[in-house]
């Protein structure tokens, strides 16, 4: 055994399982983790290699002979009458009928509602009465003919009752063992109770890992992981709690929060964490289960009938992407796998709380799954379920304060994540300034991911993603970005090809839209085709463009060259959110660059359009594209005259790193924008 196999063996007696017997049963054996954990820790808690192989036979022997398939429950009842008494293992559920003034106990898989069963079990075991327990259970078979009442209605009786859940939990138990562990130890513990082999992943890997696991520890935590297949996304919601379900279609409103019919609360109310996995498929779903879900995602809360209902159940998104990481940043944006009527519904995606980069997490390898000691996962589903009746959320209050950029709802986001961190890593309390630090990063990383997406599918109002916290003592401001960056890099340090230039505006919506306009040469007689320009006001703003460029062509000293060459423009979207763009300077820089054969100045935006007879037309606003254009990378920016005087409104930061260059006219603009011109 290693050193942390025999300090988990000693902390926690019973509780403790090898991993690799599990994947072995499991294999050959559609029963839940739990019952084979249990079965395994009874008959193979050994290293010997000889008392292992007989207690797997026992183990394969006892599901052979005491578990039943739900498809068989006739056969086992006929079996306990032949018999006169059998053991079966099996989920037992207890409720009170009130007419009979009994208790009686239903077997799921034995398929039989009314079974016997002593009230000392009952007042021992109290997790029987809400939501069930598995356990092995010796039946004995009774029948009296001359019985009245509720005794005549089965002839089952439940002598002897051994959970295989943890029956009670001991939560300060549970912390005071937290103590005998390191950190490292503690993260390596819970890596392997999910079956993975913590050695085999860097730190990072593990704690992106461990974020899967919040929605189970926190209360109404909204979650998101999009990432290639393979990767084990969904794993933790159908192996390593029964707390949780996992959806795999669309649902309705009455199944997921109240079916006003027959009165019964949704899956909210019954559940602690609820998966969607292959979330493209809720394409379908009704678009009134998403505005529901939107509100219940950011209060906790949803209205049906004339009731307003609360539930406690977080929720978890998953699906594949399709593309490279890269290809997305580049192209459009991050949340391209959700569907359209999530997708298109900016509110719901200001909800998310984490976004889990599944990208960074390698697709399951053999050599990634453990042959340790874990904790057995119904144990760690009871530590989880109790932690969730804890608050975290203030803990950072103590040493650091959030940067300016983070509004309510991120800062809400980023102190749940890290309570819920604090849950699973430190439930006992302990942890030290640096340890905390390493949290709320990770946590200001999760939600700036969010934020990122957001400012480029939609309006300015998402602007502000500089995400930072203060620490307190030193007052020194630590920023935190993106290791994909969200596109922060779409406008180059390095100078353009000749016949490139970037160029930024702000539509009647309030989008902001951030172009590269590519311009191509070619032997010809002064002609324009547009190359997958489709937006109507950019293709306007163009073609007037081109217009004062025929027009002004002897002025601008470019006639012999403009009527000798045919040119192709093309707009590149670097933001992939569709937004209207009107680009007549920036055009007719790129052109005269791409005849003079001449690059614009490097990290330059242009801003500003102009009539065909070259009338400059002001900007309606500085701010929105001038913000834009500094996240992603711009240094300094040509500005028409006319705006000048809003330039005073401009933030502070916007004017510290980017260099803005007025112009007055067409010409202007052409002498600034180029290097040597």
Not at 136 to 153: C, F, N, S, T, V
Not at 185 to 204: A, C, Y
Request: hydrophobic residues 40%; proline residues 4%.
């Amino acid at each position: 055994m290693s050193e942390l196999d025999q300090k988990v063996s000693e902390v926690f007696p019973g509780k403790v399982v090898r991993k690799d017997l599990v994947r072995k049963v499991k294999v050959g054996a559609n029963v839940p983790v739990f019952v084979l954990e249990y079965l395994l820790g009874k008959y193979c808690a050994t290293n010997d290699p000889v008392a292992i192989e007989a207690g797997m036979r026992v183990v394969h022997n006892t599901l052979a002979s005491h578990y039943v398939r739900p498809d068989e429950s006739n056969k086992a009842q006929a079996l306990v009458r032949d018999k006169g008494r059998h053991t079966f293992i099996d989920k037992v559920q207890v409720r009170y009928v009130s007419d009979d003034d009994k208790y009686w106990a239903e077997l799921k898989n034995f398929g039989h509602r009314y079974v016997h069963i002593p009230d000392h079990y009952i007042r021992k075991y109290d997790r029987l009465l809400v939501g069930g327990i598995w356990a092995q259970i010796e039946l004995r078979h009774q029948y009296d003919a001359e019985a009245h009442g509720p005794a005549k209605r089965s002839p089952f009786w439940i002598d002897e009752l051994k959970p295989i859940q943890i029956a009670t939990f001991d939560l300060e138990e549970y912390r005071q063992n937290r103590r005998h562990f390191t950190t490292d130890e503690w993260l390596d513990l819970l890596i392997r109770t999910m079956g993975l082999e913590s050695s085999q992943f860097s730190r990072r890997v593990k704690m992106l890992l461990l974020v899967r696991l919040i929605p189970l520890c926190e209360r109404n935590y909204n979650l998101v992981e999009l990432g290639p297949r393979g990767t084990g996304k969904s794993y933790a919601y159908q192996e390593l709690s029964p707390y949780a379900i996992l959806l795999t279609g669309p649902t309705t409103v009455a199944n997921l929060f109240y079916n006003i019919a027959t009165n019964r609360i949704g899956l909210v109310g019954i559940w602690d964490a609820i998966a969607f996995d292959e979330v493209a498929d809720l394409q379908k779903m009704p678009k009134e289960v998403v505005t529901t879900l939107k509100t219940y995602c950011e209060s906790g809360t949803f209205a049906r009938g004339k009731d307003s209902l609360t539930g406690m159940a977080s929720i978890a998104m998953f699906g594949n992407t399709n593309q490279p990481v890269e290809v997305m940043v580049r192209t459009s944006h991050l949340f391209l796998p959700m569907p359209d009527v999530i997708r298109e519904d900016l509110a719901f995606l200001d909800r998310i709380h984490f976004y889990l980069p599944g990208w960074e997490i390698p697709k399951m390898r053999v050599e990634f799954f453990t042959d340790h000691y874990g904790f057995v996962v119904d144990y760690l589903a009871e530590a989880l379920r109790e932690l969730r009746k804890h608050n975290y959320t203030e803990a950072i209050d103590r040493y650091f304060l959030l940067g300016s950029h983070l509004n309510a709802r991120d800062v809400k986001a980023v102190r749940k994540t890290v309570s819920g961190l604090i849950k699973l890593l430190y439930p006992h309390g302990e942890y030290t300034k640096e340890e905390l630090a390493e949290l709320l990063e990770l946590a200001l990383e999760g939600r700036r991911r969010v934020k990122e997406q957001l400012k480029k599918m939609g309006a300015f109002e998402y602007h502000q993603t500089s995400f930072s916290f203060i620490d307190q003592d030193t007052r020194e401001e630590r920023f935190v970005g993106v290791p994909e960056q969200g596109g922060c890099q779409a406008i180059s340090s390095d100078p353009l090809p000749p016949g490139s230039v970037y160029a930024a505006s702000v539509d009647d919506e309030g989008k902001v839209g951030l172009y590269r306009l590519e311009v191509g040469c070619a032997a010809g007689t002064g002609k324009l085709r547009n190359v997958g320009v489709t937006d109507r006001k950019l293709r306007d703003s163009i073609d007037r463009a081109f217009s004062y460029l025929q027009t002004q062509k002897e002025f601008l000293g470019i006639r012999q060259l403009l009527d000798a060459t045919d040119f192709q423009v093309e707009a590149i979207d670097l933001l992939g959110n569709h937004a209207s763009c009107e680009v007549g300077v920036a055009f007719v820089v790129a052109v005269y660059s791409a005849l003079r054969r001449q690059s614009v100045r490097p990290a330059m935006v242009v801003l500003g359009d102009l009539s065909i007879q070259g009338t400059i037309k002001a900007l309606r606003s500085l701010i929105e594209p001038l913000q834009v254009a500094m996240d992603n990378g711009a240094r300094r920016a040509l500005l028409p005259l006319e705006n000048k005087r809003a330039f005073t409104d401009v933030p502070s930061e916007i004017v510290e790193r980017i260099d803005p260059i007025f112009y007055s006219d067409p010409r202007a603009a052409l002498q600034k924008a180029l290097e040597s011109a």
